[in-house]
């Protein structure tokens, strides 16, 4: 048994705003932080300085030692606030990679369907000093749990330092094929890896995962929930060490 990290996830309609949720929240329970750009107005998540400058805010302005930062630009096809075509989404990814200060780039595994290019881009992130997150969504379903592990296992040989899948729940059996897929996966992924099921049914995922080998738990700061199901990263802390107690 494993408790899992707590990622804060900082996500605003600007700059400001997000300085303001970094120092709101400096000084709570996460492990590392996920910065959100997708939910960014008028098209900043296209400004790398500024994304930069703000990294660079979080560390000289009370980031601790060891915390990384994980940089996401969501699609809506996975849940996310910007709708783009996967070639454009492709090229901003490409630009984090090359540009931003972020120490953790989250990918969208199957975007396009296009493998050579996400194991081009996982490489090029390795090259740049750069882990990966592969990650995959889906706001409307769970899937198998054959389809899961696969999904996995095919991150891994893509190079994902970090395979990631989120599904929603709709039915009370959803929690339990994605926990068993995340067990099974535990048995054959030679990386971390996160499984985390969506929506009140799979809040549960949140805080027991660990158990599972899900290694990483998403909390938002109390101004926005970021993910359907998730909870302040002060809930999370208490609710994990209360399992694990």
């Known amino acids: 048994m494993a408790k899992m990290k707590i990622a804060l996830c900082l996500m605003a309609q600007d700059f400001e705003q997000l300085k ?28 790398i300085a500024s994304i930069n400058s703000f990294i660079t805010f979080m560390r000289l302005n009370g980031m601790k030692a060891g915390q990384e930062i994980i940089l996401t630009l969501r699609t809506e096809g996975e849940g996310g606030f910007v ?8 090229s901003l990814v490409q630009r984090y990679i090359g540009e931003t200060y972020a120490d953790i780039i989250d990918i969208e595994a199957f975007a396009g369907e296009n493998m050579d290019a996400i194991e081009y881009l996982t490489n090029m992130a390795h090259e740049n000093g750069r882990k990966v997150i592969l990650s995959n969504h889906d706001v409307t379903r769970t899937p198998g749990k054959s389809d899961i592990v696969q999904r996995l296992v095919t991150m891994e040989k893509l190079g994902a330092d970090i395979p990631k899948v989120a599904y929603m729940a709709t039915g009370e059996e959803d929690p339990s094929t994605l926990l068993a897929a995340a067990e099974e996966a535990k048995r054959i992924l030679k990386v971390p890896f996160v499984a985390l099921s969506m929506g009140e049914l ?16 998403f909390g938002h700061t109390g101004d926005t929930e970021v993910a359907a199901g998730q909870m302040t990263v002060q809930e999370l802390k208490i609710f994990i060490d209360r399992y694990y107690n």
């Open 20 to 47: 303001k949720q970094f120092e709101e929240n400096k000084d709570g329970p996460q492990d590392m932080y996920e910065l959100r750009v997708d939910f960014l107005l008028n098209k900043a998540y296209e400004d």
């Open 83 to 90: 709708e783009i075509d996967n070639t454009e989404y492709l």
């Open 202 to 217: 799979g809040k549960a995922t949140r805080v027991c995962g660990g158990d599972f080998g899900s290694t990483i738990s």
